[in-house]
């Protein structure tokens, strides 16, 4: 088959419109009457709420609605708790703060100033409680907890585990067991556009969100169950989305939106300032213990993981990533023996949840940075090590399952040349004699020192969800695609326009994009997981077939001419070889709307997930990334200067070749800055640099000007035109690959994130962390 | 955000005359940058704005007799970074406001707005110090000149006071033979703030040794400072490796860092023995491109 438009780079469909600032999110949206929410938030980190008064700010002039826990407690019209896997979370406070920034009341007022001002006049009295910040602490047996009450033992919010073989076996088998920690640290999505909604109920009791969320159906499900109400009564659209990694999937801000819309009678728009952000969610936290059993030829034999995920204050998706990171935590190698136990532990910060790579980041950080370490005691090359034990098609994973469109191997191969794998690590001829001639002591004038890295990461995409999507004919011959999947800048817009465009042979122009509108887009799981492509693309192309199917059948039945005769083209259905004789798409939709059958058509996608070795008709997929880097440490200062880096992925197919490499660089991006700057500080609990003042972020001068992909394709037999997800591919590689270039160069091995200069100053200085 | 007044005098006069009856209430505000940044974090809440907008004569960079250099208080940082003037008569300062933030608060920021912010992070502050600069502080009782050894008292703190507006920088003509360099050095992104700055300039003989040093670091203590023990053990000097080192393990002694996110008090002496090193052989590398015969 010639693909026309799919596997072209062409530009976003959606560009112009947000080059020119015309493009609308969420805080940009305004509706007649809206009153402006604020929120209340706790100092402690952890205290009992003794008295929560909000009468004086109900008295403020412009103050039109407060909430407090009395509404919770006193009202029915919210369930008192709610979570996606735990109820442990009320709207605001009940009884306890849990983390600085915990919501203890609301106010909507006509203005913010107003409502903001408000908030001064609630009175509320605190008895503070031991707090604990860190996972390893907090499972201590005296350690304070935080949700007793649920039966929580040792601030162990979940546990999730996964067995293959039998480890002890392994550890027999091996020559050589190698047994480190790593941690991470806690850090925030970081996305453009803060948390925005606007909520707005009926008199007949209907409600509509404007959201900038990645899961309009999870919000609207999460909603009217959280208020009591039936599905069909919440209504949530989706404007263009500033960025989510994660950070917008389910419920945030809306039940506070809600809950003052609801008692003030008024829309009430929420938008958050950048602090609260930082309150809202954030990136797991980890302490990883990793232990691999390996030959003396460098066949791995056993592994053993066990992951301390340091959940914050509630569950929110916590466990869900936890269980995945399960799954994936051995790394993409071929293992007998498996064993990882991964813990959400319950800490007093804020709650951490689903950030881009979903749990990876923390456990590929420990096992790529351990085949390098495994490699240089076998005195074996880095690269060979992975290849030789790397799954590949149809390799047993550790969940059992076979594995399909699994491309390591090339992807390995290819992103090691373009780094140079093997070649003299130093580049220009100037640097190599500097660097000579300052051999042997650092100090003598040649302080920097350069290395190359590799990593590679497996992650699995949601393993059971559904895509549905409409698509309609119009007059005009243009064509509408009804979708919930949300543009947040990964491009699913111009990805689904191809789709069609290459379905029904059009020009991209004319195909539109509706915005997700639960009224009447489809449903969608979600946009969470890189899963769009593979999962409303299938949709999309089945949606575009029974478009087509319907299109030559009415051309068919007017033109009294064999379907297999007609040819589709230029947007006109005619009988091949006679071009003149057929119609254009809008006489078509025209006519078919006249006999009583307009041209929509449906496309659905559904994958179930495997369990154990038991195979499934349609299991869904994997992301396969690389990476590869090479830096030049300065060993005076242990600054890192990331001088090149290459981000990898097995696309499938990629479907636009243009978006998939910016994606890649987006991935390997939030990547740089999680390696080397972004740590979420906390002194007793409190935040010290929840702002964009303090927090540091790459800036373009932080990305190395030699910034490669390299994206193979291993056609996955079941995505559309073989594509997968890649999203989140990459993101995982940097800091091993970093780490690992530094050890080839200095000798250090970090193990502790973000990868600081004065991490790397003190580890070649062979001091401890917090030394003299 | 909080509400406040804007007023917008049109002659320094006037300005003064505002400052002297709003008090503690009045701010200047020149270019915003940093004021705006405090003020929408709630750190700081301002009553009366006083803006230096509309004031002839604030503006722009201008050569006095005999080759030293003249500051207006309106001068942003991208002037002064592309200013002939200041390539040609103090081209260090050139050098370290190129490193302000990013362009776009380059060309909204003031360099005076900066100093008077007095945040110890300032980049070109070290370099004030360093070409002997002062500063022309006006009020409604008069007016005075301030050399920056004695301008900045705390972290945030300046010695104008409440009335005083700042609206010029003088630079002293610079001797013959005078070479400088600012080095920074930001452990984190490249564009956050330093974590140490240091400025030299040196005046060498032509036997090559020191005639005279000026040494100051930035951001690395509570307010830039000179360091005249340095400056002392230099001057009559052969710039060798090992002096040169030595100058910076000493200067690593006088300093007393805090920790901070930039890094412990442990870590910061070290940078401050590195780059003093390197300020060092830097300005010695930029002697000898420009003619100095070192033996």
């Known amino acids: 088959m010639t693909l026309r438009t799919v596997g072209q780079p062409v530009g976003r469909i959606d560009g112009e419109e947000k080059v020119r600032g015309e493009a609308r999110y969420a805080i940009d949206l305004k509706v007649p009457g809206m009153l402006h929410g604020r929120i209340l938030r706790s100092p402690y980190p952890h205290a009992r709420l003794l008295h929560v008064d909000a009468a004086k700010a109900a008295q403020l002039p412009g103050v039109r609605a407060v909430l407090t826990r009395d509404d919770i407690l006193r009202g029915d019209r919210v369930e008192r708790r709610y979570g996606r896997v735990y109820k442990d979370q009320s709207v605001v406070a009940l009884d306890r703060v849990r983390y600085v920034g915990d919501p203890v009341a609301a106010v909507a007022a006509v203005d913010r100033e107003t409502a903001e001002e408000a908030l001064q006049l609630v009175e509320v009295e605190y008895e503070e409680l031991p707090g604990v910040f860190d996972p390893v602490a907090a499972m201590a047996p005296d350690a304070p907890l935080l949700h007793e009450a649920l039966g929580k033992q040792r601030n162990v919010c979940s546990l999730s585990t996964t067995v293959r073989g039998d480890v002890e076996q392994g550890w027999r088998e091996s020559d050589l067991i190698v047994e480190e920690t790593y941690t991470s640290a806690t850090t925030q999505h970081c996305h453009l556009e803060p948390h925005g909604c606007i909520v707005a109920f009926d008199p007949s009791g209907r409600v509509t969100v404007w959201s900038g969320t990645q899961t309009p159906y999870g919000v609207k499900m999460n909603l009217a169950e959280l208020f009591r109400l039936e599905p069909e009564r919440v209504r949530v659209i989706v404007p263009y989305v500033g960025g989510g990694y994660g950070a917008k999937s389910h419920l945030k801000i809306e039940p506070i939106a809600a809950f003052l819309a609801w008692k003030s009678g008024a829309p009430v728009r929420i938008v958050l300032k950048r602090q609260e952000v930082f309150f809202t969610i954030t990136k797991h936290g980890a302490v990883t213990r990793m232990k691999t059993g390996v030959k003396r030829d460098g066949t791995l034999v056993a592994r053993q993981v066990e992951i301390l995920y340091d959940t914050g204050a509630y569950a929110e998706g916590g466990p869900l990533v936890a269980k995945k990171a399960a799954t994936l935590a051995a790394g993409p190698y071929k293992l007998a023996h498996v064993k990882t136990e991964s813990y959400c532990i319950y800490t007093n910060k804020p709650s951490a949840g689903a950030f881009r790579g979903y749990g990876v980041p923390q456990v590929a950080l420990a096992y790529e940075s351990q085949m390098d370490r495994i490699a240089e005691v076998l005195g074996m090359d880095p690269l060979e090590l992975r290849l030789k034990n790397v799954v590949e098609e149809g390799s047993r994973f550790a969940t059992g399952e076979a594995l399909h469109s699994v491309g390591f191997k090339p992807l390995l191969v290819q992103v090691a040349q373009a780094i140079g794998w093997g070649k003299a690590e130093g580049g220009t001829a100037g640097e190599k004699k500097a660097e000579r001639g300052g051999a042997g002591d650092p100090k003598a004038g040649g302080t920097r020192r350069r290395g190359k890295g590799l990593a590679i990461m497996i992650k699995s995409s949601n393993m059971e969800s559904t895509s549905r999507c409409g698509l309609q004919v119009n007059d005009d011959g243009t064509v509408t695609v009804l979708t919930s999947t949300v543009e947040m800048g990964q491009g699913p817009r111009t990805m689904l326009a191809q789709i069609v465009a290459e379905e029904l042979a059009l020009p991209l122009q004319a195909v539109r994009v509706h915005q997700p509108d639960t009224d009447v887009t489809p449903f969608d799981t979600m946009t969470t997981a890189s899963r769009s492509t593979f999962f409303m693309g299938n949709a999309m192309v089945r949606a575009a077939a029974e478009a087509r199917r319907q299109l030559v059948a009415l051309a068919s039945q007017l033109l009294e001419v064999r379907p297999d005769d007609l040819v589709v083209e230029g947007g006109r259905v005619s009988v091949r070889g006679s071009p003149d004789k057929g119609f254009g798409f809008g006489d078509l939709a025209r006519r078919a709307r006249e006999q009583g059958s307009p041209l929509q058509a449906e496309g659905v996608f559904e994958a179930k997930e495997p369990h154990g070795e038991e195979p499934v008709s349609i299991p869904s997929f994997y992301l396969v990334g690389a990476g590869a880097a090479e830096v030049e440490v300065d060993t005076e200062t242990g600054q890192v200067r990331l001088l090149r880096y290459v981000a990898g992925a097995d696309a499938g197919k990629a479907l636009n070749p243009l978006l998939a490499g910016g994606q890649l660089r987006g991935d390997a991006t939030i990547g740089i800055g999680q390696t080397f700057f972004e740590e979420m500080v906390f002194e007793g609990g409190q935040p010290v640099n929840a702002t964009f003042l303090q927090y540091v972020l790459p800036s373009f001068k932080d990305i190395p000007e030699l910034f490669d992909t390299v994206i193979v394709e291993t056609p996955h037999r079941n995505g559309p035109y073989g594509a997968k997800g890649i999203a989140e591919s990459t993101i995982a590689c940097v800091a091993p690959a970093v780490g690992n270039a530094i050890r080839r160069a200095v000798g250090v091995r970090l193990r502790d994130l973000p990868f600081t200069t004065e991490r790397v100053l003190r580890a070649l200085a062979g001091l401890q962390d917090g030394g003299r | ?295």
């Open chain 2, 1 to 295: 955000m909080a509400r406040f007044d804007l007023s917008f005098p049109e002659t320094v006069e006037e300005a003064c005359q505002a400052l002297a009856q709003d008090g503690s209430d009045g701010r200047i505000v020149a270019g915003g940058v940093a004021l705006m940044i405090l003020v929408k974090h709630g750190l700081y809440r301002p009553r009366r704005l006083i803006s230096l907008k509309r004031i002839r004569g604030l503006a722009g960079v201008q050569e006095t007799e005999g080759g030293g250099v003249r500051l207006g208080a309106m001068a942003t940082h991208h002037e002064v970074e592309l200013s002939p003037v200041v390539h040609r008569r103090a081209p260090v300062l050139a050098e370290a406001t190129a490193h302000v933030a990013n362009l776009r608060i380059r060309n909204m920021g003031t360099l005076v707005g900066d100093l008077c912010h007095a945040d110890n992070h300032s980049d070109p502050a070290p370099v004030l110090l360093v070409l002997d600069a002062r500063a022309r502080a006006v009020s409604a009782r008069g007016s005075r000149e301030v050399p920056f050894a004695q301008f900045f008292v705390d972290t945030y703190q300046t010695v104008l006071a409440e009335d005083e507006l700042l609206t010029e920088v003088f630079i002293p003509p610079a001797p013959p033979r005078l070479a400088g360099c600012y080095v920074r050095f930001s452990g984190h992104s490249s564009i956050d703030w330093p974590t140490l700055g240091a400025a030299c300039m040196l005046r060498l003989g032509e036997d090559a040794r020191v005639q005279e040093a000026r040494l100051a670091l930035g951001s690395v203590t509570a307010v830039p400072q000179r360091l005249p023990e340095i400056e002392a053990m230099l001057v009559g000097q052969a710039l060798t490796a090992d002096l040169m080192t030595e100058a910076g393990r000493r200067a690593a002694r006088l300093v007393d860092p805090p920790a901070d996110a930039r890094g412990s008090t442990w870590y910061k002496k070290r940078m401050v023995e590195v780059f003093v090193r390197r300020a060092l052989e830097e300005t010695l590398r930029r002697a000898r491109a420009n003619g100095v015969q070192i033996p």
